[in-house]
């Protein structure tokens, strides 16, 4: 029997913990993946001032932006942090729900606009809302919370930090791009991508630019073109598991044009 993705290579570059859900996903249509992560996720430690806001006032709503934030803030945080419980995107919300937590939102889009979205969000005055995120990264949904009138406590219950392949990854990719069969990278952020970018070897470095992008929306769509991405760039729905390998079985088939 011809699965959806047979002879197709993948290069997957999420964190080494997160992938072991999409390689069974991808191996099981048929594709052989190739694990070459770019960022390492670690847990940090609520400081005390932190704390002490968090244990102020009874909360409305705790937003939980990805499933690390979910690991990481509930090996220190009491659960429930709030009077309800957000989760941007299907996979976070499983992970709530896997520790016991009710999930009382979650939009359709594993993003911040599509949280936005939602009705329970359109009015916060006077509302105390936990966002629940790593450092860094977008302000986007904070900054559009504390706009709707929501007074907003960032729990940055985790960090992301560029990691170098291995020299058996480093291996694996450039037999991969020096090969004629055909191959996709996949990347879920910006941030992976940049990673990417910058830690592959000088001699593959065009190979890899040329290369088909699988990606997760328009907004890193536009950074793979602003960095430099020469070959084709697909954009699947949203970076979930599920949403990414409907794109790739799409490319595959032939359905699925370059963003």
């Not at 009077?83 to 299907?90: D, E, I, T």
């Not at 985790?158 to 990278?185: D, E, I, K």
Request: aromatic fraction near 4%; charge should be neutral; proline fraction near 5%.
């Amino acid at each position: 029997m011809t699965l959806p993705l047979d002879g197709v290579t993948i290069i997957v570059t999420r964190p080494a913990a997160q992938t072991s859900r999409f390689f069974e996903l991808a191996r099981a249509a048929g594709a052989v993946c190739i694990p070459y992560p770019t960022l390492q996720i670690s847990r940090t430690l609520l400081d005390d001032h932190t704390r002490a806001h968090l244990q102020s006032r009874a909360w409305d709503w705790a937003i939980f932006t990805s499933t690390n934030a979910v690991e990481s803030a509930l090996e220190q945080c009491p659960t429930p942090l709030a009077a309800r419980h957000a989760a941007v995107g299907r996979a976070t919300a499983r992970t709530l729900e896997r520790h016991g937590v009710k999930v009382d939102a979650c939009p359709e889009s594993a993003n911040s606009e599509g949280l936005l979205e939602l009705q329970e969000f359109a009015a916060l005055a006077g509302r105390g809302v936990l966002l629940v995120k790593g450092s860094g990264g977008r302000e986007l949904l904070r900054d559009a919370l504390r706009a709707r009138g929501a007074s907003v406590l960032e729990l940055d219950v985790y960090r992301r930090s560029l990691t170098a392949p291995t020299a058996a990854a480093a291996a694996q990719l450039h037999a991969a791009l020096t090969s004629a069969g055909p191959l996709v990278v996949v990347v879920t952020s910006v941030e992976v991508l940049q990673s990417l970018l910058e830690h592959v070897a000088s001699d593959d470095a065009a190979r890899l630019r040329s290369r088909t992008l699988l990606v997760p929306g328009p907004r890193v769509a536009a950074a793979a073109a602003r960095l430099g991405w020469t070959g084709p760039v697909v954009a699947a729905a949203t970076a979930e598991d599920e949403a990414m390998l409907a794109a790739l079985t799409g490319l595959a088939a032939g359905s699925n044009p370059p963003a």
